[in-house]
């Protein structure tokens, strides 16, 4: 289910799913509509732009809230203009499950979004590497972040788009072994407990981050 | 808001010369008939005399209690009372005769006193100036009268006209200067003074810096509106396209996707000429007024008249106000007030740039949100007046006053 309010590229998204085999059980323009449609046919999964009619500025992200409150069973992959740290926190603090957070420029590569789509799909989490980045750069004097080696920090940053450690061990041409040596050395620095699912894992990193 | 006819006038422009109006005010009486002003200097000689009798008679009858220290404090009390009624007496003059309007505010006694006394000697004066006039008017009927008769040689005639011609004058000149000075004397007593004057005019331009910064800010949101919601999207929608065909599962769906995404790299290039073309129409500095208004008609869908005359160039700074005037009232009534057409006339009246725009469309244009607000404020920045006459049902005038000097 879609929910974007530029015509030209709802009917594209509409279409590029189509063609992956996926079902579009409806495309609208705004938020309300949407979760009026979910009301009426819950779907697995909703695409939505944040920012929509009438106001233009966070009508997407609230029916998003919305949405993972009354169907938490809905995947919810919401769309953003810009990098907005407040939105992705609002979004990803409910819980990190099926939850996906990306760059609205991010459909162009048509790959990595239905990359995104599908792990979300999978019961995971999808944050935009862009918005990773930024997150990860934000090192204060005295940020433990500091403290993480560079090839530390490229497996945090994987680590917290979603990707699983087979995934981070392909991606960065490392063993799995090492990715986890990696991350052992990550939780112990960053002082996070040390849980299983990596669900919990982002959200542990992620809130770190916000922090 | 939703006006049935909302004038979003502002201050009236400055008139040269003299202090600029703040907005507060009445705008300033244009100079009122010259029978009228006749008629008030008259009666400004009738008030002096008044004035005259009052400083005479009270004035002796309370000559000893004012020298005596005791009883000069309650004297001058009652002597101000009757001073303050003929005071009065001379604002309602000056305002039914020559349009004065100052503020109602207290003015202290001495200088009550002091202005009854100049005002008392300037009407005698003028009185005696009159009484000059009237003389020299009988004797230039006694030389006429002798010509009538022959007794007069044409060298004392000429010597006579040319004497009473220089006299004539002198004493004109003399009444003149009287009515100037009158009017001076009640601006200096009872009109605001120059410091409240340049306090006005400071809140006036502080007040139109805030509003030039806000449209300033508003522009940019458009701007970026523009390019979000019709570029940015243009753009993805492409790679969208691009991304689907390196995808593609058979080559002729990968080439009709190619296709298409040509085709929409070719909108993604319109769309952003026209977007750079809203943020400033580079026409203007190259080709002059006419020619981007001429833009301006050929982007619009419904058929514009453009009636343009003007002579000589004008500021560059009003140019621009003019075209966006022009441009924001003709996208208006292009979205909203479903006219068949639109008239726009761009004269100079003197000093002044007047830009109108009407549209015989339904009216009742909003003038928040719709750019109205906007233009205001850089309409205002120039010392210029906005007025939007838009009844429901229309037809709706804009009207931009932008003084060139």
């Not at chain 1, 993972?68 to 926190?89: D, F, I």
């Not at chain 2, 202090?19 to 300033?28: C, E, I, K």
């Not at chain 2, 008939?33 to 008030?47: E, I």
């Not at chain 2, 049902?393 to 000097?405: D, H, M, R, V, Y």
């Amino acid at each position: 289910m879609l929910a974007e309010d530029s015509t030209l590229l709802r009917e594209g998204l509409v279409r590029l799913l189509v063609e992956e085999g996926h079902e579009v059980l409806a495309a609208v323009g705004d938020g309300v509509a949407l979760v009026r449609q979910v009301e009426a046919q819950p779907p697995d999964m909703v695409v939505v732009d944040i920012r929509m009619p009438p106001t233009h500025t966070d009508e997407g992200l609230r029916a998003a809230l919305e949405i993972r409150e009354r169907w938490p069973g809905v995947g919810v992959l919401v769309l953003s203009q810009h990098m907005e740290r407040n939105y992705a926190a609002q979004l990803l603090t409910s819980s990190a499950e099926r939850v996906g957070y990306l760059l609205k420029d991010r459909v162009a590569q048509v790959e990595e979004f239905l990359d995104a789509l599908e792990r979300i799909q999978a019961g995971g989490a999808a944050i935009d590497p862009e918005v990773v980045r930024q997150l990860v750069i934000r090192t204060t004097h005295g940020d433990p972040l500091a403290r993480l080696t560079p090839r530390e920090r490229g497996v945090l940053e994987t680590l917290a788009q979603g990707h699983t450690n087979a995934a981070i061990s392909e991606k960065l041409h490392i063993s799995t072994s090492a990715v986890e040596k990696h991350l052992n050395s990550i939780f112990d620095k960053l002082g996070l407990a040390h849980t299983t699912g990596y669900n919990r894992r982002i959200l542990a990193v992620l809130r770190y981050l916000e922090s | 808001m939703q006006g049935d006819s909302a004038d979003f006038t502002t201050r009236p422009l400055p008139t040269a010369p003299g202090p600029a109006r703040p907005g507060g005010d009445p705008p300033p009486t244009p100079p009122a008939a010259l029978p009228r002003r006749a008629a008030g200097v008259l009666s400004g000689c009738a008030t002096a005399s008044l004035g005259l009798l009052y400083f005479a008679v009270v004035g002796t009858l309370l000559g000893p209690p004012l020298l005596w220290p005791r009883t000069r404090r309650h004297a001058l009390v009652v002597l101000t009372a009757g001073a303050r009624r003929l005071v009065r007496l001379e604002r309602r003059r000056r305002s039914a005769f020559f349009g004065d309007s100052f503020p109602d505010r207290p003015v202290p006694d001495h200088r009550i006193l002091r202005y009854l006394a100049t005002r008392t000697y300037a009407g005698l004066l003028t009185a005696v100036v009159l009484g000059l006039l009237g003389f020299g008017v009988v004797l230039a009927g006694l030389l006429v009268a002798a010509l009538a008769r022959g007794t007069l040689g044409w060298r004392e005639l000429l010597t006579q006209a040319l004497l009473g011609g220089v006299l004539l004058f002198l004493d004109v000149q003399g009444l003149v200067s009287l009515e100037a000075f009158d009017a001076r004397l009640a601006r200096e007593y009872f009109g605001p003074s120059e410091r409240e004057l340049m306090q006005r005019r400071i809140d006036e331009l502080a007040t139109s810096r805030a509003a030039v910064l806000q449209a300033v800010d508003t522009e940019r949101r458009r701007i970026e509106r523009d390019l979000h919601d019709g570029v940015q999207q243009r753009l993805v929608a492409l790679a969208m396209l691009l991304g689907r065909a390196r995808r593609g599962r058979t080559p002729e769906q990968a080439d009709s996707l190619l296709e298409q995404a040509h085709r929409e790299s070719q909108d993604v290039l319109t769309e952003l000429r026209e977007v750079a073309w809203r943020v400033y129409p580079t026409a203007l500095d190259n080709l002059g007024l006419k020619e981007a208004l001429a833009g301006v008609s050929e982007r619009c869908d419904i058929p514009v008249r453009m009636d343009f005359a003007l002579a000589g160039p004008l500021p560059a700074s009003v140019e621009t106000a003019a075209y966006f005037v022009v441009s924001e009232a003709v996208t208006n009534a292009a979205k909203h007030s479903a006219a068949t057409e639109i008239v726009v006339s761009v004269r100079a009246h003197g000093p002044v740039l007047v830009v109108r725009i009407e549209d015989d469309g339904v009216g009742g244009a909003h003038l928040t949100g719709s750019g109205l607000t906007g233009l205001h404020s850089r309409v205002g920045a120039l010392d210029g007046r906005l007025h939007v006459h838009s009844p429901t049902g229309g037809p709706t005038t804009i009207t931009a006053e932008l003084p060139c000097g």
